[in-house]
């Protein structure tokens, strides 16, 4: 912990007055210490998590905390607040604030060490003593766990006084807390129990995986003792996850999920009753958690899973719970965002080849023969047709890959071999990207029924590698060549040539759709799903699928491009945090990066979301009027020159995002709140007159 947080770090009298500025004056540390690389970009991506789920807790705690590219080293900052600030907690503001920032690529180690921090914050005596404490240095020393928090009563100067006679008890608690692990021990009642005592199993994981994911282990294991409960807990957060033993799956009267991401290997707990909440329940109400596993297993009630995890392999199938994990509309987009997240990195990395070899070589490069048989080193278009090439290998993964992860979303690693087997048939068929999502639904809808027929023990260890795969393969397959793949092919062709036959109002219609739905939530399921529907048109691109990814392409750089004006036209309507983003958000925005404009929609929703959606709506449409086309599915005002009608197109963007900034700036005047209202420090200082 040494290395995460040091007295330069620690602020005890924290100044801000809203979540954003807290963040800033805490990562502005960050910066100074050489922590962090560019701090509007960690603030953007602290802004993204915090728009996921609010990260405040239960008696005054506040843990914002994001993993980010511009993040050097793994770090711990922490903030005292006397009026305290809003996190979202449903007890009211924050008084302590942990800024953790951990790298994209943090290792074990370190997410380990904050995980041990996350745990201890559900210490009352470790809050107390922090909230007591009067010196940088020594609250630095107690989050490190060099110090023991004083007994209660004690002072602060009194504490720092006697160290010298507790270094031993110190440093075992120090020892305590680095030595922990993802998976919680076994905990034993306090008092011994008479009868056997009730066994619960749990999984504990939020988006992130560095903080709540822990806290809840905590908050579970605490609440399990007083309970006189054994429990153990699963955390799978950053680092991965240690399965718990099979056995003490298989000794368990019940089990609580507590998780904001998927469970992963949820067949193992299948046959047990299973009490399936978000994790800040886990966090803030583990006493109800555990009385209503009790009470489902006195009634009896299981999962309907079916137990054929023989705990040697990770792919044994997701499933559907019993409990309330959702009705089927949210998992259905859950499964779906699955296959889109996989399939945008093959889509960036061959539709960015493929515009470069355009700029190069031209249009007519796409039927060049190929370069294994015919490549000059000298030659411009042999490197053209080269990029062309490579980029269009990668194009040809994208209905497979979205067919294999949708599959992999519902029922793990057994359900990948027949969702990209599906997906690839769905490209033989001409089913295209309609034909992907059919493959990848088919794909984890076979595997988990085939995961709910019981087998004799000794058929378990290959049933994930081997029977699953083959037997569903074989479903698949025969249901995408056989029953549905013709249909939807036909309905895929269909559906081109409406593409290609839109016109007038009806381009204008299908553009504006496309425009509010790219702009509601900036890079969430809606803005993904018209991204998604776009570059599926440019694996076999027509006329009026280019249109489509022109004007999806527009309208998602509105929102960053309107803050950025907003801030620069009308900066008093902003705070100082929101203008130096607003600096930031003008190339975010020019590169097509929608969650640019995060920051400002998670601090004022009901006027910015509104008002971008406007101006996004207004740019499809007039990109779809003005007929431009995209053939490249990202990149923004760097590949202009790849755009049909490219004056139109940055008159639609510019039109949109006027009115964006129009919208906005009207509706922050109207009603201007103590967080928009600069202060003093903000102004410009202006010399007076002599």
């Known amino acids: 912990m040494s290395e995460l947080i040091t007295a330069e770090l620690v602020d005890l009298d ?39 789920m609010p990260t405040g807790l239960d008696g005054g705690i506040g843990i914002p905390h994001c993993r980010s590219e511009h993040v050097a080293a793994p770090t711990l900052a922490f903030g005292r607040s006397a009026r305290g600030i809003d996190f979202g907690a449903a007890d009211g503001p924050a008084d302590l604030v942990f800024l953790i920032a951990a790298p994209a690529g943090a290792d074990d180690a370190h997410l380990t060490i904050l995980s041990s921090l996350a745990r201890r914050l559900m210490d009352p005596a470790f ?68 009868g056997e005592p009730f066994r619960i199993v749990a999984v504990t994981s939020c988006p992130t995986g560095i903080a709540h994911t822990y806290m809840a282990a905590e908050s579970l294991e605490a609440a399990a003792r007083a309970e006189g409960v054994v429990i153990s807990v699963e955390t799978q957060g950053s680092a991965g996850f240690k399965p718990l033993d099979p056995a003490v799956v298989a000794a368990a009267d019940a089990v609580i999920w507590a998780h904001d991401v998927e469970v992963r290997e949820k067949a ?38 079916t137990d054929d995890h023989d705990g040697s392999d990770a792919g044994a ?57 015919h490549f000059a080193w000298g030659e411009a278009n042999s490197w053209a047709a080269l990029l062309n090439q490579i980029g269009g290998a990668a194009f040809g993964f994208l209905v497979p890959v979205l067919a294999g992860y949708i599959a992999y979303g519902m029922a793990d690693r057994p359900a990948l071999v027949p969702g990209f087997v599906g997906g690839a048939i769905a490209l033989t068929i001409d089913a295209g990207f309609l034909g992907g999502l059919a493959a990848g639904l088919l794909a984890g809808a076979v595997v988990m029924a085939i995961q709910r027929v019981k087998v004799h023990p000794t058929l378990r260890g290959i049933m994930p590698v081997l029977v699953i795969p083959l037997l569903a393969s074989m479903v698949v397959g025969f249901l995408m060549f056989i029953v549905v793949g013709k249909p939807i092919a036909s309905l895929q062709k269909a559906l081109t040539d409406g593409l290609n036959g839109l016109s007038g109002s009806n381009a204008v219609i299908l553009g504006v759709v496309l425009g509010l739905m790219m702009c509601f939530d900036m890079g969430g399921p809606l803005n993904k799903v018209a991204y998604a529907f776009a570059v599926g048109g440019l694996a076999d691109p027509t006329d009026g699928s280019l249109k489509v990814m022109a004007a999806v392409m527009a309208a998602g750089m509105v929102p960053p491009l309107a803050m950025a004006l907003a801030t620069t036209v009308r900066s008093r309507l902003f705070t ?83 009115v964006a900034t129009a919208l906005v700036v009207i509706l922050k005047g109207m009603r201007r709140s103590p967080e928009e209202t600069p202060t003093a420090a903000d102004e410009p200082k202006v010399p007076l007159a002599a």
């Open 268 to 305: 193992r707990f299948g046959g047990k009753p299973v009490v399936d909440v978000g994790v800040k329940a886990g966090i803030n109400r583990p006493a109800e958690l555990i009385a209503e596993a009790r009470r489902k297993a006195e009634r009896g009630e299981v999962s309907r899973f």
């Open 127 to 194: 809050t107390d003593a922090l909230r007591a404490e009067a010196n940088p240095a020594a609250a630095a020393a107690l989050i490190r766990g060099e110090q023991a928090p004083a007994p209660a009563g004690t002072s602060p100067s009194a504490e720092r006084n006697a160290s010298a006679d507790r270094d031993t008890a110190d440093k075992h608690v120090a020892d305590k807390h680095v030595a922990e692990e993802d998976v919680a021990d076994e905990h034993v009642p306090d008092e011994p129990v008479t």
């Open 317 to 373: 199938g997701a499933g559907v719970s019993g409990g309330s994990a959702g009705h089927f509309g949210v998992r259905l987009r859950t499964y779906l965002m699955s296959g889109v997240s996989y399939m945008v990195p093959f889509v960036a990395a061959g539709g960015l080849l493929i515009a470069l070899s355009f700029a190069i070589g031209g249009y007519e490069i796409a039927s060049a023969p190929s370069v294994a048989d």
């Open 14 to 52: 924290l100044s801000a007055e809203t979540k954003n500025e807290a963040a800033r004056s805490l990562a502005e540390r960050m910066v100074t210490a050489g922590r962090v690389t560019d701090l509007d970009g960690f603030l953007a991506d602290v802004a993204a998590r915090e728009a996921q």
């Open 576 to 658: 100082r945090a929101e203008r130096e983003n607003g600096r930031a958000a003008w190339v975010l925005g020019a590169s097509f990066i929608s969650e640019g404009a995060i920051p400002f929609a998670a601090a004022d929703p009901l006027r910015v979301i509104p008002s971008v959606m406007a101006g996004g709506a207004v740019t499809g449409a007039l990109s779809m009027a003005f007929g431009s086309t995209l053939r490249a599915p990202h990149g923004g005002v760097f590949v202009v020159p790849l755009i049909g009608g490219p004056f139109l197109y940055l008159l639609a963007i510019a039109a949109g995002t006027a």
